[in-house]
């Protein structure tokens, strides 16, 4: 709220002005998808403003600088394959076709999984897409690309992209915003139908979920314990009645 009031402040607008707030709806941090899609709601529902729910993963389309040169509708688009951090080993991507001023057309839905999933779709995908003539090139961004995910570092170095600079790349407001305007932009929607997007369904344990791990760590530890006494006492493991099987 502090951020908002600073941005209003240099606007020179109170809040009563704003006529349509955008969110990053994510896939992102649980707590700040969150955070963010309530601090919008509570701003949005007093004056019935309209909101823009925004994706994290073709927000990043706006983050490349192909997205500013125009192009003619014949003109074949580009491949933006786009990840970003999920935490837990793990990266959430996603994969679009891209025309500048255009909503990115999404050819590959948002999922979450290792570096070495994400790089074998996408190279799945460009490869499949190149042969066809359906792309004129592949761009990358997201912090996916950064020094966490060798996979998907290795699969940028063998298309000739440039990690680092992919990885720098944000979806950040000012990308939420342009692609906001671009043509075919999701519609605006009543702030109380404003949802987050999860794409990781599960981050911790029910209590159904508790018991069954605690009771898979019991028996795991049993078999352990089990298998140490046997080496400990092979007259015990070799030569107890009953146990040899012919």
Known sequence: LTLVRQALA???QPLSAVQRFLVNTGPGAFTSLRIAVGLVQGLALPRQRPVGAIGALPALAATVPEWRFPLDEASTPWLL???LDARMHECYYAAFLCRPG???????APAVGTAEQAAGAFAALADALEAAGKIQAVHLAGSGFGPDFAALREWAMKTGQDAGLAAARRPSAQAVLAV???RGAPALQAASALRPLYVRDQVA???EGQRQLAAAREAARQAGASQTARAGNPDRA???PGEHAG
């Open 180 to 182: 906001a305007g671009a």
């Open 81 to 83: 394959c786009a990840a």
């Open 238 to 240: 070799c030569h107890q």
């Open 10 to 12: 240099q606007a020179g």
């Open 102 to 108: 255009h909503w990115p057309e999404e050819v590959l």
């Open 205 to 207: 344990l029910d209590r």
